[in-house]
């Protein structure tokens, strides 16, 4: 799975460049090893492929189940091949929990988009507190990324994918594992990337 994985990221990645002018800003904030929870906002259907770029392992994310059941065998084969896995929205999805704890614990890379959807627009990055607490469940520091482009996204933009400093479970705040710090965790994530998102280009 990791090599087709990776032969495909390499295939992809010259035809990538001529559709789209990607510019990586940070690079040099990914951990090579350890445990980490990847956070970005979300602006494209192509937006795992974005950030799995610049990286040298496998990101595994968790992806809406709609894309799973809605989009035949073929797809569902694929996206587990890409390393993707189901999780339901707005329920409390204890497999997809599971799995995700599971990625960290193991010493991998864990890819969420915690708005839930696409946001085509420039709004804030407004994530959900799912991902703060994972973070905290798993005790894995999250790498916060920013993905902007003026507008919706389209072969010929010109984007930016900008890499910010892992936030450790303590500069989160996540000590007492209370629902509040867990909220407040999030808030700091979604400052980290509205941050870098008012940079731009």
């Known amino acids: 799975m990791v090599m087709l994985y990776f032969f495909c990221l390499r295939l992809l990645v010259p035809v990538s460049k001529i559709f789209y002018k990607v510019e990586y800003k940070g690079t040099g ?3 090579q090893s350890g445990k980490l929870i990847v956070c970005s906002n979300h602006k494209s259907v192509v937006d795992p492929f974005f950030l799995a770029v610049p990286f040298r392992r496998q ?4 992806a809406k189940s709609e894309l799973f059941e809605k989009h035949g065998r073929l797809a569902r084969w694929w996206l587990y091949q890409m390393g993707a896995f189901p999780v339901v929205r707005n329920s409390a999805d204890a497999q997809s929990v599971k799995t995700a704890l599971m990625v960290l614990k193991n010493g991998g890379v864990l890819g969420i988009f915690p708005q839930g959807k696409c946001v085509f627009d ?8 799912g991902v703060a607490m994972m973070a905290d469940r798993a ?3 999250v790498l916060p990324v920013s993905i902007y482009c003026d507008g919706v996204i389209k072969p010929f933009s010109r984007i930016t994918v900008r890499f910010g400093k892992p936030v450790s479970c303590s500069e989160l705040g996540l000590k007492d594992h209370s629902s509040a710090s867990i909220r407040a965790a999030a808030e700091i994530i979604a400052q980290k990337i509205n941050g870098m998102l008012e940079e731009k280009y």
């Not at 990101?59 to 968790?62: H, S, T, V």
């Open 139 to 141: 005790q894995a520091p």
């Open 122 to 129: 420039n709004a804030p990055f407004r994530p959900k507190a």
């Open 29 to 31: 904030n990914i951990p």
């Open 59 to 62: 990101i595994r994310y968790m």
